[in-house]
Structures are given as structure tokens and as C-alpha cells.
């Protein structure tokens, strides 16, 4: 038999459809490819895969932006996507999202196409050594030889699949938890020689019927199967000291469950996972600088990475403080200044019912955090009669007229980061998705909104701008191709957190309704305190019903929204390129445009050096037009300038890609 004959199919070829075959067998979903000509094996499997009803296949031309949009989509959907390059730059471009997946434990899987190692060291073109290119920031890297069509190779791309899963995962082969370095980006460098590709079927790795990529779950293989052996649950941490509980980016639900069963207060940042319930503290900035408050902490349990205030480091660090840091995996621990002594991989209150003198501590937090947070919103204008009697007619017109002025007074107001933040933070439902940037408006959001258990995301790893246009796609993406197999919305856990309290006055937003808990009045007892929360929850249901059922449910309503800074905007504008043929998700990118980054105005530098200086090095003043922006991508466009504006803005169902453009002042 000829060589010709022999290899009918490109070894190429053949090495992609093994790996895919095997990737989408262990649960593989999604997978990003920039095109190129060294990966167009890779790249034409991945779409005949999507024909066949394996996978669901993302294209984008520029490497950086595929990256944070694979970040995007395993954020959201919990497992790793995989993203293809050609060889050379491409995969240098893949590095920002490496860095932020390696940082925040995100699970990444890059198949970058490389020349045959014969070819590097001698100027070969766009080739350079891609093996060691992420350092020590992939949790597995292996450089594969460009195949041959020999027996085997088949079985080998399975057991690479196998494993560069596993260990993005943070597991071993059998699905046990590694804790270090635990999930995370996977480098597969994989060598390919002409030719680069041939014709294939598919009918050589499926038996033709169409599988849902949904339906595909790591389990089916071992890997990314979730163990629980039962036995204890974590360290104890007894009762005694006097406690706070943070819970910074990638803390989850379990920072507000432990808070709440050792009945201490809880400080959680905006994208936590546990920015909600009773023993949440807003303002915790101003009350650990408030004599009384931060200067009678004995003890702080950290959750996830904090990242956004000083003060939490600052208390981290004192000498007559407790810390115990907590991840249940990762790279590194939070150590700031190195002082921590504990770090614990899983902790469980002290089941012992608190003192009384316990209950006044977790009370006095959230009463005085409530205090705070009310006195930054805008002083209400005292109340105005309506001069309408109850029979609905007018009967002083003088009164009416001054009622009518207010409220035209009150939607015509000019738009504040506060009121933007709030307004957001109110329009999002718990079906929904918040990405913030990392802008001044995701620190304006945690000094002030409410508890809501709403899935909110930012890029903290390391908390840069890079690929957030990319990121809020991949995770809208994600949440709205799954929405159809959520469970009907009358089974959902309650819209809104029972312990929140009003953002907006006179707000009729969904977050806007009175809390049913509050630690200035006596509490009710416990059955009664239950009784009112069921009946809390029964009504909250029975709302967001009519509210799904008017607007055509969870599957075909839910939206992403991002709320970034305009260079944010601007440093990833690349991302909007989305092709014909791709997914246009419901996402609104809210643009708060102040026309630079004022971020930097908060530096101590910006009050001694010489301002034009400041403005051209730091503030970076831009003056782009958005809108032509918006339509030169193809997206959808809004502006809003006062407070009415905003609420229509946000009210409006988005139906594809869409920009609101938001002024604000410097």
C-alpha cells in the first residue's frame, strides 16, 4: 500500500478529530478558535464537531479577545472551554487571559498549533519556541509531536485530553481534588506538518446521532466528577473572639453561610458570590476606620481575594487581629504584608448558639452599615401634597402643580456614579448577569448597593481592563444558550434577598422593596420571623412570575449587563467584532463615560504633580464618538443623561449587542 493510500485522512486531521472526540466525551462544550493557517485542522474539526451537534464553536479574529472569551464562557458555565490559535503572536496574545485564568482559578484549555520542532531556532517563519511561553502560569503544558499517522496516535490525543482536563480542573485522573495549584489554564502545544489538513466526514469518531453539548457533563468520564466523602466539613472556629467575615472575589455562597451560622458580620464585596443576606455590611470601609467598630475586631475570616479597599488588607495586618484565610484551592494564598499565620482549606462555625453579647456585635454592624450607606443617597425633598382627593379629582390645583414639578425635578435630575450603580444593581434579576470592570463604578457599586443574590463577575485575578467587552460576551453567551434547561421560574429560589434595604426612594424596580429585616427594631420571634420571611418569599415569587410570564420567561429574557468605564470600553473595542454566523447574546455593555480614566484621581500623586502632566500620563483624556462606535460594530445604541432617561433606558428589553452610554463628570 502506497504512503499516498495510507494516509487518506492528514495525520493532521486525524489528531484533531481524536482530540475533539475526546475533549467533547469528557464533557467539553465550547470552544473558541481565531483562524489561522498552521490550526486549520483544528479549526475545521471544531466546526464539523458543532455540525454534528458536539460542541458549540465561537469565532474570532483576534487571539486576546478569544482568549477572555473562552475566560467568559467557563466562568459561567463552570468548565473549561478551549480556545485554538495558529503559532507565533497568536499565541503570545493568549496571554492576558492566561494570566487572569491562572489568578482567579479559572479553567482554560489552550490548543495552540505550532511548526514541527525541526523548524525552530532557524528563523522559520512565524515560528518561535511557544513551549514554556505562559511560564508558570499554565498548570500543565505539554508539547506534542507533530503526528505521523502512526498506530496509537489516536489513544494518545484521548489520554492528552484526559488529562489536560483533569488537570484544568484542579483534579487528578480519578477526579480527586488537587488543592494546589488547583483549576486553572492548560497549555497543549501541538505540532503540525503539511499536510495541514484534509477532508473528514465525521463518521470516523461518531456514529452520526447529534448529541446536545449541554447534555455532556464531566462525569461521564471520571474527570471533573465532584467527590464528597463526607467526614468533617472544615476547622472549627470556635465562638469567643469578637469576628468579621470577608469575602472577597471567588468567596461563593459558602462566606454568607458561614457568617451567618456563627451570627457575625459580614463583609463581602460586590462580586463575592455573597454579597446578601442578614449579616451583610455594606459600609464596611467607614466602620473599620470608626473607633468602636474596626478597633474591637479580634478576629477576620477571608474568603476568596479581596481586592477592592485598603482597609481589609490594613486589618489583615494588625497585630491584636486573628486572621484565618480560607480557598478551598489555588496558586497562592491571600497573605497581605505576609502576617497571616492560619490558612485553612475549608472551616464550619461553632454550631453553639451565639451570646446575647454576639448578637449585639453582628447587629450593631449592620444597623450603623445601614445608617451609613442611607446618608449617601441624594436628600429627599420634603413630601408634597398631590392635591388630588380620594375621590382621584383635583382639588388644589396650586398643590398639584407643585407635586407635578418635584417628580418632572426628580426624573430630570442629572445621572451620579451612585444613582448609576443603583439603578444597575436594582435592574438585575437573579436569572440575569453583572459584570463590572475595573473601573471607579465597581468601587462605587461596594460602598453602596444593597444584598441581592445576583451572579455578578468581575476580572480580579489581577484586576485589569483587558477583555472585559470579551469576558460580559462569553458569560452572556453562555447563560442564555443554558437558560432553556433552567428549572421554571416559579421553582427558583426568591428573586431577592430578604434583608436588603431600598437603593432608590420611590423606586418601582424590582430591588427597591422595603427589607423585612431590620436591627433597629425589636425582632419578632423565631416562628413569626419565619412565617415573614416564607410570606416575603411567597410574594417576591409571585412578582417575578408576572414579571417572567409578561416577558416571555427566563429562556428568552434573561440579559447580561456590564457596567464599565469608557477606556475600559475603548482597550478592548476589538471584542465587538463579533462575525456572521456568531451568537448576538442579550448584553448590555453601560458605558460610564467621564471622559478618561478618573480613576487615577484618587492617587495621592494627583495632588502634587503638574496637572497637564497628570492628564496626559494618567487621566488619558478621550473624546471618541460611541455611538459611531456602536454602529460601525453593528450594535445597538442609547444614551441617557437624567435619571428618566436611565430607568427607560434600563427598562427597554435588550434584544442583541447594545452600548448605553452614560456622561459623567470628571
Do not use: C
Amino acid at each position: 500500500m502506497s504512503a499516498g493510500e495510507r494516509f487518506e485522512t492528514a495525520p493532521a486531521t486525524a489528531y484533531s478529530v481524536a482530540l475533539f472526540d475526546a475533549l467533547t466525551a469528557a464533557g467539553v462544550t465550547d470552544v473558541v478558535v481565531a483562524p489561522g493557517s498552521r490550526s486549520q485542522a483544528l479549526a475545521l474539526a471544531a466546526a464539523e464537531f458543532e455540525r454534528l451537534g458536539r460542541l458549540r464553536l465561537h469565532v474570532r479574529i483576534d487571539e486576546r479577545g478569544a482568549g477572555f472569551l473562552a475566560l467568559g464562557l467557563a466562568v459561567e458555565r463552570g468548565r473549561p472551554a478551549v480556545v485554538v490559535t495558529t503559532s507565533g503572536t497568536a499565541v503570545a496574545n493568549l496571554h492576558p487571559a492566561v494570566l487572569e485564568a491562572h489568578h482567579s482559578g479559572v479553567p482554560l484549555v489552550l490548543v495552540t498549533s505550532d511548526r514541527p520542532a525541526e523548524m525552530r531556532g532557524i528563523r522559520s517563519n512565524q515560528t518561535t519556541m511557544q513551549p514554556g511561553i505562559f511560564a508558570g502560569a499554565v498548570r500543565l503544558e505539554r508539547d506534542v509531536t507533530a503526528p505521523e499517522g502512526a498506530p496509537g496516535e489516536a489513544a494518545a490525543a484521548e489520554r492528552l485530553a484526559r488529562e489536560a482536563l483533569a488537570a484544568a480542573l484542579g483534579r487528578d485522573l480519578d477526579g480527586g481534588i488537587i488543592a494546589h495549584p488547583g483549576p486553572g489554564p492548560v497549555h497543549v502545544n501541538l505540532q503540525l506538518r503539511e499536510p495541514l489538513s484534509s477532508a473528514w466526514s465525521g463518521s470516523s469518531s461518531d456514529d452520526g446521532a447529534s448529541r446536545d453539548p449541554a447534555a455532556s457533563s464531566g462525569s461521564e468520564s471520571g474527570v471533573g466528577a465532584s467527590r464528597n466523602p463526607g467526614g468533617p466539613t472544615g476547622a472549627l472556629i470556635a465562638r469567643g473572639p469578637r469576628t468579621v467575615v470577608v469575602a472577597g472575589a471567588g468567596a461563593g455562597p459558602e462566606a454568607e453561610a458561614f457568617a451567618r451560622a456563627g451570627d457575625w458580620p459580614l463583609i463581602a464585596e460586590v462580586t463575592s458570590g455573597a454579597h446578601f443576606g442578614p449579616n451583610l455590611v455594606v459600609a464596611y470601609r467607614e466602620l473599620l476606620r470608626e473607633p468602636g467598630f474596626g478597633d474591637q475586631v479580634q478576629r477576620v475570616v477571608v474568603f476568596g481575594h479581596p481586592t477592592l479597599s485598603r482597609e481589609v488588607p490594613a486589618l489583615v495586618q494588625r497585630d491584636d487581629v486573628e486572621s484565618i484565610v480560607v480557598a478551598p484551592s489555588g496558586v497562592e494564598w491571600f497573605n497581605p504584608g505576609r502576617r497571616v499565620r492560619r490558612f485553612e482549606r475549608a472551616v464550619h462555625a461553632d454550631p453553639a448558639s451565639p451570646t446575647p453579647d454576639e448578637r449585639a456585635w453582628v447587629r450593631r454592624w449592620v444597623h450603623a452599615s445601614r445608617i451609613v450607606v442611607d446618608a449617601g443617597l441624594p436628600t429627599a425633598p420634603p413630601p408634597v401634597s398631590p392635591g388630588i382627593d380620594e375621590t382621584g379629582h383635583v382639588h388644589d390645583f396650586e398643590a398639584h402643580r407643585e407635586f407635578m414639578r418635584a417628580q418632572l425635578d426628580g426624573v430630570r435630575a442629572p445621572i451620579t456614579r451612585r444613582m448609576l450603580v443603583d439603578a444597575v444593581w436594582a435592574a438585575t434579576w437573579p436569572h440575569d448577569r453583572l459584570v463590572f470592570g475595573a473601573s471607579r463604578l465597581i468601587r462605587d457599586a461596594d460602598r453602596a448597593v444593597p444584598g441581592r443574590r445576583i451572579a455578578a463577575h468581575a476580572n480580579r485575578g489581577l484586576a485589569g481592563i483587558d477583555g472585559t467587552v470579551a469576558t460580559a460576551l462569553g458569560i452572556a453567551i453562555a447563560s442564555q444558550l443554558d437558560a432553556s434547561a433552567e428549572e421554571p421560574v416559579d421553582e427558583r429560589p426568591a428573586k431577592e434577598d430578604a434583608s436588603r434595604v431600598q437603593p432608590q426612594p420611590g423606586s418601582q424596580t424590582p430591588a427597591s422593596r422595603s427589607s423585612t429585616h431590620s436591627d433597629s427594631a425589636p425582632r419578632p420571634a423565631g416562628g413569626e420571623l419565619a412565617a415573614m420571611l416564607a410570606a416575603a418569599e411567597q410574594v417576591e415569587r409571585s412578582i417575578a412570575a408576572s414579571a417572567e410570564a409578561s416577558r416571555g420567561g427566563a429562556a428568552d429574557s434573561s440579559t447580561t449587563r456590564a457596567l464599565i468605564g469608557d477606556l475600559t470600553l475603548l482597550h478592548d473595542v476589538g471584542s465587538m467584532l463579533i462575525g456572521a454566523g456568531e451568537a448576538r447574546p442579550r448584553l448590555l455593555v453601560i458605558v460610564g463615560n467621564d471622559g478618561g480614566g478618573t480613576i487615577f484621581d484618587s492617587l495621592e500623586v494627583a495632588g502634587t504633580a503638574p496637572t497637564d502632566a497628570f492628564d496626559r500620563v494618567q487621566y488619558t483624556p478621550q473624546h471618541v464618538d460611541v455611538a459611531a462606535l456602536a454602529t460601525a460594530y453593528g450594535w445597538g445604541y442609547l444614551r441617557a443623561t437624567t435619571r428618566g432617561e436611565l430607568d427607560e433606558a434600563l427598562a427597554k428589553r435588550v434584544e442583541g449587542p447594545t452600548i448605553l452610554e452614560v456622561p459623567l463628570p470628571r
